[in-house]
């Protein structure tokens, strides 16, 4: 299974990017996917988490400002960020409670992460 994040780059304060996730490989189902992110010199936190039938959970800093969907046909999780802000800046990794098998259980995947930097 991998899990192939795109859609990073650099952006101006209060413009917009979007990510996107896809997974691949041997997959039975998708449990929630999510967005984290790791800032340079600080911790990886959860930024936006989204349930199989499509309910989202958020971080406080980002309410508002991001939004996170899934294609559950295409295994894709998404995250529609605006008014992106300088302390957006960092490496986002998506990540998906996943099993492979009907009787396997389910294990986290992540991705490889993908740089967001917001500056002018």
């Known amino acids: 299974v991998q899990l192939q994040a795109s859609g990073g780059g650099l952006v101006q304060p209060g413009g917009s990017l979007r990510l996107s996730c896809a997974a691949s490989?041997?997959?039975?189902?998708?449990?929630?996917m999510a967005w984290y992110r790791q800032p340079p010199g600080k911790r990886r936190d959860l930024v936006a988490s989204?349930?199989?039938?499509?309910?989202?959970n958020y971080a406080d800093s980002v309410k508002g400002r991001f939004t996170i969907s899934r294609d559950n046909a295409k295994n894709t999780v998404y995250l529609q960020m605006n008014s992106l802000k300088p302390e957006d800046t960092a490496v986002y990794y998506c990540?998906?409670?996943?099993?492979?098998?009907?009787?396997?259980?389910?294990?986290?995947?992540w991705g490889q992460g993908t740089l967001v930097t917001v500056s002018s």
């Open positions: 989204i349930t199989s039938d499509g309910s989202p």
């Open positions: 990540n998906a409670d996943l099993r492979v098998a009907s009787w396997r259980a389910s294990n986290d995947y």
């Open positions: 490989g041997t997959i039975f189902s998708i449990n929630n």
